[in-house]
């Protein structure tokens, strides 16, 4: 379970404003501990991180929290099944493939995929990443718990029905950028909603994003930006790509996405950026 504290971290969204939203718009209804302090769940957390975005977005509160309510993390009652927030931890610090296996088989099991990124693969990533930063993991156990997230996120990509026709869409990271996992959850979402998907994985260089769009024709690419030093050879692959013929969308997501120039921003909840790609494509509009 998360505290306030922790909750806003994750999501971006101030103490106070959490508050406001759980009062005023009744998006999660978070447990209380014995003194009074507030204890959010994983799906809870992922229903507020769709509701942030979607605020960035430009959407009122008001008409985001009535979208919010009907997601799973909204309201009191945690997904059925669904590992809380330290049993993968746990997991992780087993090093025991089995109890690995077995935290992810029940987290994926306990709803769509687009339901599973958002309120639990997101915010694992955020939990293994605090919890390396924070020694509480070493490396060698947060790079187990990964390799085994990476694996099941994989399968589920595999288990998409591939596609031959329709737009191409790139979907990959910069040069020196290895931080795949979300972006790779997306690229899932993306494929379970019939887009032809190629998926480039990590570290690649400019001149590869060329030569794939050449190759491809694809109309679409989006390039992962996790982190500052990802900013400059993200920013070069946009601008490489600009040149392409016939011309292509180029789309950014991740943290550090703002600080990247010529492109269409997604939000951080992976379904819904999937979703707007997808419209966007069905709708000619890219």
Known sequence: MYTVKQVAALTGVAEATLRVWERRYDVVRPSRTPGGYRLYDDSQVGALREMASLVEAGVPA?????????LPGAGDSPVSGRPGPEAFVAAAASLEPAQLDDVLRRAFASGPFEEVADGW????????GDA??????SVAQEHFASAGLMRAISAEFDAAPAVTGGPTVLVGLPAGDRHQLALLTFATCLRRRGVNVVYLGSDIP????????????????????????????AQAVVNQLAAVSPPLSVWVGGSHRASVSGVHQLPD???????ILHISL?????
């Open 62 to 70: 008001s008409r985001a929290a009535e979208a919010v309510r009907g």
């Open 121 to 128: 693969i997101l915010p694992q990533l955020a939990r293994i």
């Open 132 to 137: 390396w930063e924070s020694g509480e993991l």
């Open 206 to 233: 400019v001149e590869e994003w060329v030569r794939a769009a050449d190759g491809r024709r694809a109309r679409a690419a989006v390039i992962g930006v996790t982190s500052e030093r990802s900013v400059e050879p």
């Open 269 to 275: 909840a992976v379904a819904e950026a999937a979703s």
């Open 282 to 286: 069905a709708a000619g509009r890219i």
